[in-house]
């Protein structure tokens, strides 16, 4: 079992900037990947960023340049640095893990909401 705990969100004006952290525990040994993904109310979760135990990252398009995913493998944490934030930026981010026998995301945090807006 891996136990997520997300923390950082809040309410942001355009052009601002957020970091989250999601902090692991349980089996972490068994991680071989960890993710932030967003949504919104009435669309699909979407991959925002991602990052393997062998630090290859992966980011979505929409922000690319604006944000950074790292992980701390000491503090078995992962942080999604956001810059020059947008109103589309808002939603619901969620912190995942993979453990090495998944194919898919199988552990997930309880989500921090992220408002940008004047």
């Known amino acids: 079992q891996v136990q997520l705990v997300e923390s950082g969100g809040g309410l942001v004006q355009p052009g601002g900037s957020l970091r989250l952290s999601c902090a692991a525990s349980?089996?972490?040994?068994?991680?071989?990947?960890l993710a932030w993904y967003r949504q919104v109310p009435g669309k699909q979760r979407e991959l925002v960023a991602s990052?393997?135990?062998?630090?290859?990252?992966y980011y979505a398009d929409s922000v690319k340049g604006r944000f950074t995913i790292s992980r701390d493998n000491v503090k078995n944490t992962v942080y999604l640095q956001m810059n020059n934030l947008k109103a589309e930026d808002t939603a619901v981010y969620y912190c995942?893990?993979?453990?090495?026998?998944?194919?898919?995301?199988?552990?997930w945090g309880q989500g921090t909401q992220v408002t940008v807006s004047s």
């Open positions: 995942a893990a993979r453990q090495i026998t998944s194919v898919n995301y199988n552990y």
């Open positions: 349980g089996s972490i040994f068994s991680i071989n990947a």
């Open positions: 990052i393997t135990s062998g630090r290859f990252t």
